[in-house]
């Protein structure tokens, strides 16, 4: 992209008319035979043109190869402010608006983070089938940079294993399922609660009790701590620790309710309380429809 070529760019990203651009300094003739590229302005006049359109005289001047680096540093300002917002989608908005398709490790390390987030939110709230586009796409664009980004990669394995126990139209269209059955990941709240929850399947309840002993007041643990009662036949106390989660505030994790369902549904069952049991059965169908709905 030429000096023309560029000015016109920005002229059009801002909304500006030639005459706009030109003010009283240059002619709309003049900034048009430039914009055209049959004729190179003056230093005097690219320095007049840079000052109307808001950005350094370099990035006009710039060659293609450092054209990125302008961009980043009228961009990246706003999108370290929106990232300490925790504002992800502002923040890949600013991205997508300021760089279109063009990577540096830097951006796609952001990019693959800033879906990541917007994908456990998605999870969070029970859009599941947004979180599975968002995790893809985390990493798909985590391939695009040389900075560990392995993080995002096996903590979404994690999150597709445990989805794919809610429907097989759960999947991942970037992991093989090998890589999703042998996912093991730390430094997530539900992803040590699935490693958790997996081990007590499997009868490792030494596990658990360690899990439960550093998360302590979760959510996560609750519900495990309530498991634990339950299959020691503690039905009584299982289904009053379940109430008390049902009400809990803390409570805001769409999956973790549907579990609860299950698990109150089963308790009753065992405690032949059929009409209660068909109760939370019903809630419990009714919720997983929602939670897979389509985006």
């Not at 402010?81 to 504002?87: G, S, V």
Request: aromatic share 8%.
């Amino acid at each position: 992209m030429n000096v023309g070529e560029r000015i016109r760019a920005l002229r059009l990203a801002k909304m500006l008319t030639q005459a706009d651009l030109a003010g009283d300094q240059i002619t709309r003739n003049m900034l048009c035979t430039i914009e055209r590229g049959a004729a190179l302005p003056s230093l005097p006049t690219v320095c007049y043109i840079a000052e109307r359109l808001n950005v350094p005289v370099g990035y006009l001047l710039s060659e293609e190869r450092d054209e990125l680096a302008y961009r980043k540093m009228t961009a990246m300002p706003n999108i370290r402010h929106a990232l300490a917002a925790e504002d992800y989608a502002g923040a890949l908005a600013i991205i997508n608006t300021a760089f279109g398709d063009s990577y540096d490790d830097e951006i796609a390390l952001i990019r693959a983070e800033c879906e990541f987030r917007m994908a456990k939110a998605a999870f969070d709230n029970g859009r599941l089938r947004a979180a599975v586009a968002g995790f893809d796409r985390a990493i798909r664009e985590a391939e695009h940079t040389v900075y560990d980004t392995a993080w995002i990669r096996m903590r979404a394995a994690v999150y597709f294993r445990y989805l794919s126990t809610l429907s097989p139209t759960l999947s991942s269209d970037v992991l093989e399922e090998e890589e999703i059955a042998g996912a093991k990941s730390i430094g997530d709240d539900f992803c040590a609660y699935v490693l958790a929850k997996e081990a007590l399947d499997s009868g490792h309840e030494g596990e658990v009790r360690e899990y439960l002993a550093h998360h302590t007041g979760s959510v996560f643990a609750a519900r495990l701590s309530a498991l634990l009662q339950m299959r020691a036949g503690q039905l009584r106390e299982a289904l009053d620790a379940y109430e008390r989660l049902l009400a809990s505030d803390a409570l805001t994790v769409g999956v973790l309710m549907y579990e609860i369902f299950d698990d109150m549904e089963l308790c009753c069952r065992q405690n032949d309380d059929y009409k209660r049991a068909y109760e939370f059965g019903s809630s419990r169908m009714g919720l997983l429809e929602r939670l897979l709905e389509e985006v």
